[in-house]
């Protein structure tokens, strides 16, 4: 009988993959990062406990294109700054890439809240134009021109937060109490400039990253760079506690309520 593809693995070829995905090449990407002051309260509201705001409100959009052979990648992440006791990092609230290879790894894995989407990272000379996208509307766009060059930061490790978890089969709530992830992340820096522009924020029913509204610009960088993440569970979370935060993950027709702050942006 011919080979059945859906049929089990034997215990050397999942050795194979596993020694195989552990191997990996540095991949480098190139990419916008945007990072500005939001409002506090608003910052806070995003976040499940037991996640807590950071020293400053911030926000952090990255946008870039990922140097995959054969098989480039557009992702982006749209986060606001978070501790978890005394650890302090980054909460992911959206993170756009443009193949479903991108998603399953990390939304399977880590929890990591990734969607379909557009990517768009250009450079012509001087001036940089940087953007997500989802269902035709650029969520995020930054816009400036390069104005110098950055000394090259030493490698760093970050960490990024994440809830993984299921929804219940039945329709009704999660499967079971979900985890929080430290996913640590190695990074290092081959080129860095800085950017002088600005951050514009659309509406977006499905992607309201326009309620962090930019009330104070802190940096824009393009830059090359390469990391690689381990991920581990800390802690146990309440499904009753999370419940009210899952919609984040999702496109939720409830959305379509939603209007934009009072006052506008």
Not at 133 to 155: C, M, N, S
Request: net charge negative.
């Amino acid at each position: 009988m011919a080979r059945v593809r859906y049929g089990a693995r034997t215990e050397a070829e999942i050795t194979a993959a596993r020694e195989k995905s552990s191997r990996l090449p540095e991949i480098w990407s190139t990419g916008v990062v945007a990072v500005w002051e939001s409002d506090p309260e608003v910052v806070a509201a995003v976040l499940p406990p037991p996640l807590a705001p950071a020293g400053r409100p911030l926000v952090r959009a990255a946008i870039s294109t990922v140097d995959l052979p054969g098989y480039p990648l557009g992702a982006g992440s749209v986060a606001v700054a978070a501790r978890h006791g005394e650890v302090e990092g980054w909460y992911p609230l959206v993170m756009p890439m443009t193949h479903e290879r991108a998603l399953t790894g990390g939304r399977e894995v880590f929890g990591e809240p990734k969607k379909l989407g557009e990517v768009t990272v250009e450079r012509d000379g001087l001036v940089v134009r940087a953007a997500l996208a989802r269902h035709g509307i650029a969520f995020v766009e930054v816009r400036g021109a390069v104005d110098r060059t950055l000394p090259l930061p030493e490698a760093s490790v970050k960490t990024d937060f994440y809830f993984k978890f299921l929804p219940a089969a039945d329709g009704s709530g999660l499967e079971a109490d979900p985890v929080l992830v430290h996913c640590t992340r190695h990074e290092k820096v081959r080129k860095l400039e800085h950017v002088t522009g600005d951050v514009v924020l659309r509406e977006s029913m499905y992607d309201p990253v326009a309620d962090l509204p930019v009330r104070r610009l802190v940096e824009i960088t393009l830059g090359e760079k390469t990391t690689d993440q381990r991920g581990r569970v800390v802690e146990r979370v309440s499904a009753r506690t999370l419940l009210p935060y899952v919609h984040q993950r999702y496109d939720d027709p409830a959305q379509l309520l939603d209007g934009p702050p009072e006052g506008g942006l």
